[in-house]
C-alpha cells in the first residue's frame, strides 16, 4: 500500500521507470481525444514545421505522466482523490520512440480538517531519455492520513 500524508517528507524525490512514446500511443490518442492537429498525425506536413517531425499531443503526455506516478507506488491505495493541476508547462516536444519519465519532489504535506485526509503538492517534471524537462507542473492530491490507511488495511 501507498504512504500515507504523515509518511511523505518536503524535499523527497521519486522517479519513475521509463516509458517510451509510440506512434501507435499518438494515433491511440488522437482518435481518443479528437485531436488530429496534423503537427500529430500528418508526416509531410510535420516534417516542415520546426521540430521536422510528427509530436506527441501535450495532453497525451500529461496524461502519461499520470501513469508513470502510478507505478512509482507512492499514492496506491492511499490517493483519495486528483485535486488539481497547476502552473503545468510545455517546454519540449515528445518525439516518436523517445523515452519519458517523471521526477516527482514533495513541496507541501499537510492534514486537512478532515481527520481522515490530507493534501500531498508534487512538483512533476517529465524528462526525455537525455534528462530534458519536457513538461512540468504541480499536481495536488488528496491522500489518506496514517489512521485512515490503517483503517483501510483493517477493513482487509
Same mark, same amino acid.
Given at each position: 500500500?501507498?504512504?500515507?500524508? $504523515? ?15 509510440? $506512434? ?14 496534423? &503537427?500529430?498525425?500528418? &508526416? ?36 483519495? &482523490?486528483?485535486?488539481?493541476?497547476? $502552473? ?20 507541501? &504535506? ?18 526525455? !531519455? ?22 483501510? !488495511?483493517?477493513?482487509?
Amino acid at each position: 500500500m501507498g504512504k500515507a500524508i $504523515e509518511e511523505f517528507k518536503i524535499g523527497d524525490v521519486a522517479m519513475s521507470p521509463g516509458r517510451t512514446v509510440t $506512434e501507435t500511443d499518438v494515433v491511440m490518442f488522437s482518435g481518443l481525444s479528437g485531436d488530429t492537429n496534423p &503537427a500529430h498525425t500528418d &508526416a509531410v506536413h510535420s516534417a516542415k514545421s520546426p521540430f521536422g517531425q510528427r509530436i506527441a499531443h501535450g495532453a497525451l503526455v500529461l496524461s502519461l505522466a499520470t501513469g508513470l506516478s502510478a507505478r512509482i507506488g507512492d499514492l496506491d491505495g492511499t490517493a483519495i &482523490a486528483a485535486l488539481g493541476i497547476d $502552473e503545468w508547462r510545455f517546454i519540449g516536444p515528445v518525439l516518436f520512440g523517445d523515452t519519458i519519465y517523471l521526477r516527482s519532489t514533495v513541496i507541501e &504535506a499537510r492534514p486537512t480538517s478532515k481527520p481522515d485526509r490530507g493534501v500531498l503538492r508534487r512538483k512533476m517534471e517529465i524528462l526525455n !531519455q537525455d534528462g530534458v524537462v519536457v513538461q512540468s507542473g504541480i499536481h495536488n492530491t488528496m491522500v489518506m492520513t496514517a489512521a485512515a490507511k490503517a483503517a483501510s !488495511q483493517a477493513g482487509k
